[in-house]
């Protein structure tokens, strides 16, 4: 574990010594990379050189008196492949998601693949989901897990939320041109119980092109929790595999010499 500055501010990072393809975590909002890693990441540890950071604001990086935005998180994820000084693959989850998508759209030449998982690329397809305000047990339960890691204490708790809140309400606002525009290979993958409407999900993935699909049955927003051995895998396959698939009744992917 160590201390990094990313665009001046110190950032909470893990970044392993194994000399492997590298995969970054890129973690949901409000959460921290602790839960990626504890998840997904030790499968994916066995072939690849697994590294994570806390985005500010978030978990053991400490906040500033700035508003969130994908953007500048995008921003701090740059950095942070800069430093690592080669390609890496981007495994995000929802805020994680959103913003592998858009370093892939700004700087392709340092992303190999991407698994984007629960992601939306317009706030519009964030359908009903349970309320969340800065009152009450919900609250006070997450406020107390966010002071165990942050050293901003349980008293910024409720100004995380609040920012976290009002980028959901106006962000991200991508289109499917944006998506189109991407040109490293992505896996879209989502629970079949998501609060981002599957129309949605089905959209992206159509519009990246030569993405693959992955919904997984009997799972929520949090399958990376619900299903860590079997995303794991998933994962993995994807992130090993050749490109592009051979299947015996290729449709959307048909050679072009057929």
Partial sequence: MTTLALNDHPTWASISKKKRPTVVLLHGG???????????????????????????????????????????????????LEYLAKPAHLVGHSDGAIVALLVAMR????????????????????????????????FDKWSRQYAKQSP?????????????????????????????????????????????DLAHTCSMYEAIPDAQLCIVPGASHEVLRERPRESGRIIGHFLRSQLPPKTYMPIRRKPDDD
């Fill in 30 to 80: 409000m959460d921290s990379s602790a839960g990626m890693l504890g998840t997904v990441g030790p499968r994916l540890a066995r072939s690849f050189r697994v590294c994570a950071f806390d985005r500010r604001g978030h978990g053991r990086t400490g906040d500033t008196p700035a508003p969130f935005h994908y953007d500048l998180m995008a921003s701090e994820t740059i950095a942070f």
């Fill in 107 to 138: 700087r392709p030449d340092l992303v190999r693949r991407v698994v984007a998982v629960g992601a939306n690329y317009h706030y519009r397809a964030l359908g009903p989901i349970d309320s969340f305000e800065v009152e009450g047990p919900s």
């Fill in 152 to 196: 901003d204490g349980i008293a910024h708790a409720r100004v995380v939320v609040e920012k976290t809140l009002k980028m959901f309400a106006t962000e991200p606002t991508l289109t499917v041109e944006d998506m189109a525009s991407i040109t490293a290979p992505v896996l879209v993958m989502a629970g079949d119980d998501e609060p981002i």
